[in-house]
Structures are given as structure tokens and as C-alpha cells.
């Protein structure tokens, strides 16, 4: 057993150089009767707490951040935030505000920012108000994440006192060692569990590689389960926290082994989907997707199956990687394992496949087809997407057709998009698609008018059509759209080479009055 002041190396086989206070506390059995709870002590003050590392800066929520909440709690929270600890208990005298035990858990949690008034104002609601053992954990994490581990340690030994203490008290205490790279502090608190009355169980070494894990410490998780496990078995919870410690790393190889030993101790449980999530996605994440699809295959082989979470950000992973390719093996296993992907995943591929290098439109135009047999309708999001890359990869029979298929299932085209089709169906000889479009964009109120409007003139003009330039400029005229002198100046040298002078004079003139009307206004 280590004892403080002379530390020894701990059973992870480390040498500390420092125990957390109150490390050799005696290990009287909680007590089950109801005593007034004594107050912990006040928080010291001062900024060395004897922290291994520089502490980050944090930001915590504060009442500020919830306009919704009881008038009771936000005055509670503003007392505690503007009030020095030394004057909190005769401030919350004069308030006279009725306390609840949930009130007190409420204004503990939005008053992390304030550690030494909310620790005073804890003390002084406890002669009043009969607190829950949520509301002392609370206190014991206000401590810690505020790096105050001294006093930290002397709520802990009151909650000991008054028979608060349990497995979550420790947990915070974990997180909050872990929080400044004092893993050792985190694994010597570890040790003396049981001089608090916690058991060294599966569900307090989960505690502890969870803090870890959290921390981004996925490594020593490791070498504390490898050390711990013969002592202590794992359970399914163990496996998925480990796991989730190696997604969130990146580490694909460790991720492999831990995989192993999980099914070669628990076995393959088709309700095990956390893990199954957590170990897949790091192989994707890792681009390992053959890997990936082997052990899909061997999940299915024995009715098991990761969740749709898993698909889901799979496919947005590999959208990020632009790999259409590795996208579809997973998509395909997803489908002949039952999933129904929803309208963002259907939107998420096609977008995928209208992006790739090479032409995998067909592949677009599939998923558009079975999007409505599994209940997913296509959006606009779906249609503009499509109709882009038909543009955009010169595709002007289809796009003309899509066009029509899109306006035919009331697709809202978007502004860019419109306008875009609008120049390139000129430029690829389809005007009549082209005069279609800017129709639409007319009678759905589609910006930017002003610029496909002068873009159809222009066009119209370059090909002859000046019957349809005079009928367009009325339309849009008579539409308040303003029509750019650059434009003007285009149709005149058009009018005049036609032997048109006069015709181009008519609508110089219902420029000049609408561009004179404009000006005025």
C-alpha cells in the first residue's frame, strides 16, 4: 500500500513524485444515516496549485448562455458571479430566494467560472437546503477543473464523512488530473480507491481509461488495461471506451489488436454496435477500406452489424476524401445489410459522384432512381447537384432533359445554377432551353434576374433573334430589371449591322425612360 509522504511505485508501475492530499484517509464504512452534511472547507487562495503543466484556458457555460432560465437561478448565478466568496453568505442572506436541492444543482453547474463563491455558496445553502450527492459531486468537479486540487481533496473527505462519496465522485477527479497531463496524480488516486470505500471494480478502471481516453492519452489507457486486466476483467464497456480512445487518435494498428482481444474475450454480440462503430470508423478514417469491408463482412457472417452512425459518418469521411470508389463498397454493404439511408446521405454520394475525376453521372442518376423505393424523396439539393455537373461536364442533351424532369417534380433551382444554364445552353446552340430557363427564373422570382436578363439579350442578340430581343426587353423592362449599358451597346452594333437602326431607336428610348424612372427613384 502506498502511503504519502514516502511514495512507493504504484501497481501500474510507475514512481509518483507527489500523492493527492488526503491519499491515506482511513476507510470508514459510509455512513447510511442522515446527519447534517458538514460544510467543506473554503477554497484557498492563490494561482500555484502545483500543477505538472501550465493549464489550459477555459471557457465555461454560465447562466449567460441560457436566457430561458428560472429568475430564482439567474439571480442565484449573477450573486455567485459578481460577489467575492468572503461576502456570498451575507448576500444570499438579504436575497431571501427559496432554494430547491435541483436549484442547487443548476447554479453548480453554470458557475464553474466563479470556483471560490460557488464553493462558499454551497457551503452556506447546506444548513438550509438537504443537497443530493450530485450536487457534492459538482463541487468536487468545480474544484478540479478549476485546478484547485487541495481543496478538491477536502470535499472528497467530506463527502466521505457524510457517505456521498462513489465511483462518479472519482471519476471527476480522474478527468480533472488527466485535464493537465498529471496522469500520475490520475493513477495514485486510482491506487487508494479503496481507502475510500470504492471498490477496484471493472466499472472504476473503466472510470479512469475513460478520463484518459478523453484526455487524448489513448497510449497509456492502453498500458494501464494491459497492466490491469488480469486483475480486473474487462467488460463490453471497457472495449468500446478504448476503442473510441483509438478513433479518436487515429491509431488504426492498436485499434486492430484491442478489436482482437475484444471478440477473443467477449466474443462477436450483435448489440456490441459501439465498439463496432468506433473500430470501423477508425479504419476508414485510416483509408484502410479493404480492411474495413472484410471485417463488415465478417460482422454479417454472424448477424452482427455496426450502427447506421457508422455509415453515416463514413460516407461523409470518404466525401471529404473525395473517393467515390471506397464511398460505394461501403454504400452497397449498408443497403444489403438493411440500412435505409436518409435524403442528406442520398445528396452526400450523388455529390460525391458529380465531383469525381472520372464520369460517374450514371452512377448519380442510379441513386437518384432508388432514392424514392427506399423513402428518401429527392430535394432541391438533389436536383441542383445533378443538373450542375450535367453543365458543367458539357452534357447538354441531358441537362436539357433533367431540366425539364426537375421543373416537372418542382425542384427549386438555385440562383447560381440558373444562371449559369442560362450561358451555357447559348453556348451550346440549345437557345430554346436557354429562353426556358430564364422563363423560369422569371416566374419563380430567381436572382440574380439582372445579370441572366442581360445575358439572354446579349445572347439573343449574337444569334439574329431580334424579334425575340424586343419581346425579352419588354418582359424584363416591364419586370423593373435593369438592363446594363454595356448591353445597350451591344444591340445597337447588332441592330445597326442588321439594317435595323430604327427598331434598336424604339428600345433606346424605353431604356433611356426606365433608366431615367430608376435614377429618380
Known amino acids: ?73 439567474r439571480l442565484l448565478c449573477e450573486l455567485i458571479a459578481k460577489t467575492p466568496a468572503e ?16 436549484d442547487v ?34 463541487v468536487v468537479d468545480v474544484l478540479g477543473k478549476n485546478y484547485l486540487f487541495d481543496e478538491m481533496w477536502d ?14 465522485t472519482f471519476a471527476s477527479v480522474f478527468s480533472s488530473y488527466v485535464q493537465v497531463g498529471r496522469l500520475n496524480e490520475a493513477f495514485m488516486t486510482f491506487d487508494v480507491l479503496d481507502r475510500y470505500g470504492i471498490p477496484k471494480d471493472v466499472v472504476a478502471v473503466n472510470s479512469l481509461l475513460s478520463a484518459i481516453c478523453r484526455g487524448r492519452e489513448t497510449s497509456e489507457a492502453l498500458e494501464f488495461f494491459d497492466k490491469m486486466k488480469g486483475k480486473v476483467p474487462p467488460d463490453a464497456d471497457t472495449f468500446v471506451i478504448l476503442l473510441e480512445g483509438c478513433e479518436r487518435e487515429g491509431n488504426a494498428a492498436r485499434a486492430m489488436t484491442t478489436f482482437a482481444e475484444m471478440i477473443s474475450r467477449m466474443g462477436w454480440n450483435s448489440e ?18 479493404e480492411e474495413t469491408v472484410k471485417y463488415l463482412k465478417a460482422l454479417q457472417s454472424r448477424n452482427c452489424s455496426p450502427s ?44 460525391l459522384f458529380c465531383r469525381a475525376a472520372d464520369d460517374m453521372v450514371d452512377d448519380a442518376y442510379k441513386l437518384l432512381d432508388e432514392m424514392a423505393f427506399n423513402g428518401a424523396f429527392p430535394d432541391s439539393i438533389t436536383y441542383n447537384t445533378i443538373f450542375e455537373c450535367l453543365i458543367k461536364r458539357g452534357k447538354t442533351e441531358e441537362a436539357a432533359k433533367f431540366f425539364v424532369e426537375a421543373k416537372k417534380n418542382e425542384c427549386h433551382l438555385s440562383d447560381s445554377v440558373s444562371a449559369s444554364a442560362i450561358k451555357f445552353f447559348f453556348e451550346s446552340d440549345d437557345p430554346e432551353t436557354a429562353i426556358e430557363v430564364w422563363i423560369y427564373m422569371a ?62 431607336e424604339w428600345i433606346a428610348s424605353r431604356w433611356k425612360a426606365r433608366s431615367d424612372g430608376i435614377r429618380r427613384l
Open 443 to 504: 416566374e419563380n422570382d430567381i436572382n440574380p434576374r439582372e445579370e441572366s436578363a442581360n445575358t439572354l439579350l446579349t445572347c439573343l442578340g449574337d444569334l439574329g433573334r431580334l424579334y425575340e430581343v424586343r419581346k425579352f426587353f419588354d418582359v424584363v423592362t416591364g419586370s423593373g430589371i435593369y438592363i446594363h449599358s454595356s448591353t445597350m451597346a451591344k444591340l445597337k452594333r447588332t441592330y445597326v449591322d442588321a439594317g435595323k437602326g430604327q427598331s434598336y
Open 155 to 168: 470535499a472528497a473527505k467530506s463527502m466521505k464523512a457524510g457517505g456521498f462519496l462513489s465511483v462518479s
Open 1 to 73: 500500500m502506498v502511503r504519502v509522504g514516502n511514495p512507493k511505485p504504484s501497481s501500474n508501475g510507475r514512481s509518483p513524485k507527489k500523492r493527492p492530499k488526503e491519499a491515506s484517509a482511513s476507510t470508514a464504512k459510509p455512513s447510511t444515516a442522515s446527519p447534517t452534511l458538514p460544510p467543506i472547507p473554503s477554497v484557498k487562495g492563490g494561482d500555484d496549485h502545483g500543477i505538472a503543466r501550465k493549464p489550459p484556458r477555459q471557457t465555461f457555460p454560465s447562466h449567460l448562455d441560457f436566457p430561458d432560465l428560472p429568475q430564482r437561478i
Open 272 to 289: 456490441n454496435k459501439s465498439a463496432y462503430d468506433a473500430f470501423l470508423t477508425t479504419l476508414v478514417r485510416a483509408s484502410e477500406i
Open 308 to 351: 447506421m452512425k457508422f455509415f453515416r459518418n463514413s460516407v461523409s469521411l470518404l466525401a471529404e476524401k473525395d473517393d467515390p470508389k471506397a464511398a460505394s463498397k461501403l454504400w452497397d454493404i449498408m443497403i444489403s445489410s438493411n440500412f435505409l439511408p436518409n435524403v442528406t446521405m442520398y445528396n452526400t454520394m450523388i455529390g
Open 87 to 102: 461576502d456570498i453568505e451575507a448576500a444570499l442572506a438579504k436575497t431571501h430566494i427559496p432554494i430547491s436541492p435541483e
Open 105 to 138: 444543482e443548476v447554479v453548480l453547474k453554470l458557475s464553474y467560472g466563479s470556483p471560490n463563491a460557488a464553493v462558499k455558496f454551497f457551503r452556506c445553502v447546506l444548513h438550509r437546503v438537504r443537497v443530493n450527492p450530485l450536487s457534492w459531486n459538482l
